[in-house]
């Protein structure tokens, strides 16, 4: 309920902040915002025996300044804040017969650059491709039983690309949604331990839905852009 209630005040406040200027009131500036929230889990039978999938539950809030420098191309910044939650069922090292609970707690901002393009537009419909480079901090908290550990990303440099579809309600209304599956991206992540002090650095190229190329899996996307 809890989770219900943060998603539609978020929604609210998007609805409220999404606002672009026309090109026929000669101005160029547009500022958008987006909600993305997925949730994933259920359970597993096998021979009368029920075992509980993993369940996980994430939600992220964006918002975009830009600035068009022609039809179809602009540019601006991009902010992002998002959470993660994922509670499992592991089996404990120490005695393979039982098994332990597993949460991983995961908060992160992005703040990159943000380049947008129009491929092609029919009728109220049109699609664009979205190109972010910036950078990436957060924290995660690990816990396996009574065991905690904490690690945060000191420091990450990424690009991401991804397609996105708008339609136009009406002259002044517009909705957003972008295509997750579709995006490429690659990152350079370090990330240190909080109680040994341990760095670890890793790289990513390719496609994917993962948070390591500044997107992670979002089933429900939806942004608005208001024009007036």
Known sequence: ????????????????????????????????GSVGMMHQGGTRSLDGVSKDIPS???????????????????????????????????????????EIEFTNKDFAWTFDVLSRYELMRRGKFSL?????????????????????????????IGFNNVPFVIYDLSDKFSLKTKIDFLSFGGSFRTIEYEKTGETVKTHYIGFTTQSDVFTYIEYINIGFIYKF
């Open 56 to 98: 996980t539950f994430g939600i992220s809030f964006s918002s975009i300044v830009r600035y068009r420098l022609n039809d179809v191309f602009s540019v601006g910044p991009h902010f992002r804040i998002r959470t993660t939650n994922i509670k499992e069922m592991k089996p404990d090292t120490d005695n393979p017969v039982n």
């Open 1 to 32: 309920m809890k989770r219900a209630v943060i998603l539609l005040i978020i929604l609210a406040v998007n609805i409220a902040v999404g606002k672009a200027q026309t090109e026929a009131d000669h101005s160029r500036f547009f500022v958008e």
């Open 128 to 156: 664009h491709i979205q190109t972010l480079i910036g950078i990436d901090r957060g924290i995660t908290k690990e816990k396996t039983g009574m065991v905690e550990k904490k690690t945060q990303t000191i420091k990450m």
